[in-house]
Every structure is written in C-alpha cells, then in structure tokens.
Nanobody, 119 residues
Framework: QEQLVESGGGSVQAGGSLKLSCTAP????????MGWYRQLPEKQRELVAT???????AYTASMRGRVTISQDHAKNTVYLQMNSLKSEDTGVYYC?????????????WGQGTQVTVSS
C-alpha cells in the first residue's frame, strides 16, 4: 500500500521550533492536496494545515502565525515548520493526503511523528 513517509518531530522546549517532512509517492503528491493533522492527548485528530497543488495554504486558528506549510514538487515532499511551540502543542502529528477536510475521509496517512514540547 502506498504510504506517506514522515520525518522530523522530537522534543523541544517551549518557544522552540521543529520542522516535519512528509514524502509522498508521485501519484499522490501530484494528484491531491496535502496536509497535516495532529492528535493531542485525549483529543480527536484535528487538521492543522493544508496546501494544494498550486500552493494555496490554510491553517487552523490555534496554530495560525506559528506554523508554515510548504512543498517541494521536485522531492514530492511537504513540510510543516512549527515555531513558538507551546506545551499544549504536544501530540502526534500526521501527514495526510486527499480528502483532507474530515479525518474520517482522508485517503492516505503517514505513520505519525511525536512532538513533545516541555515547559
């Protein structure tokens, strides 16, 4: 099964930065919008950011101004740059592709990467 492969994540102190990467197979990257979800402890998975093929981006209100989603077409890779991280951002971050606007509808998921922010 085709998969999205994530990298990045880890532990950082509050106020720090992390950059997540997600590489997709060519057919998925060129055919679908890409995005990032996160699942905070004891919470449902929530959409963080999306990017379409033409570069149009959208962000959830809770992280707007602190995250930037970008893509590299040559590498079939999407990035999530996260700055000014807070302890409440701690959770598992998932790359997603296609049908992004409902977690139940998303077609492809990455394996998830843990982000831990210590205060």
């Amino acid at each position: 099964q085709e998969q999205l492969v994530e990298s990045g994540g880890g532990s950082v102190q509050a106020g720090g930065s992390l950059k997540l990467s997600c590489t997709a197979p060519e057919g998925i990257f060129s055919g679908c919008g890409m995005g990032w979800y996160r699942q905070l402890p004891e919470k449902q998975r929530e959409l963080v950011a999306t990017i379409s093929g033409d570069g149009t981006t959208a962000y959830t209100a809770s992280m707007r101004g602190r995250v930037t989603i970008s893509q590299d077409h040559a590498k079939n890779t999407v990035y999530l740059q996260m700055n000014s991280l807070k302890s409440e951002d701690t959770g598992v971050y998932y790359c997603a592709a296609c049908r992004l606007y409902s977690a139940d509808e998303v077609s492809y998921w990455g394996q998830g990467t843990q982000v831990t922010v210590s205060s």
